[in-house]
């Protein structure tokens, strides 16, 4: 097992670390924790992805992002390398929350 594969949360861990995400899911079949926003329009959609984007590379993890009915964000982590979720996956949700807060 690679070390980043001994890093990946238990679904009992995710769940139990969800309750705190409010709004946030586990996809056992994906792998990954999603999220879905409501943005005002679609130029709010696009803003709100780059933001996402910036506090992403600073982290050095890239969600799966998609921009569905001119309005909403789905976002989904995963970390690919440990084949599962990681705290890095937490860290970058509980950060896209506060970007989304600011509205």
Known sequence: MKKTEQNRFTIKAIKEML????????????KTIEKTFDRKNFLGCAAFIQQI???????????????SGYKNVKV?????SAKGIT??????????DKLAAKK
């Open 53 to 67: 984007a910036n506090v992403a590379e600073k982290q050095d993890h890239h969600p799966d992002i998609l921009l």
């Open 87 to 96: 705290q890095n996956d937490f860290d970058l949700a509980k950060a896209i």
């Open 19 to 30: 309750r705190a995400f409010p709004g946030w899911s586990y996809k056992t079949k994906e």
């Open 76 to 80: 989904m982590l995963s970390t690919h």
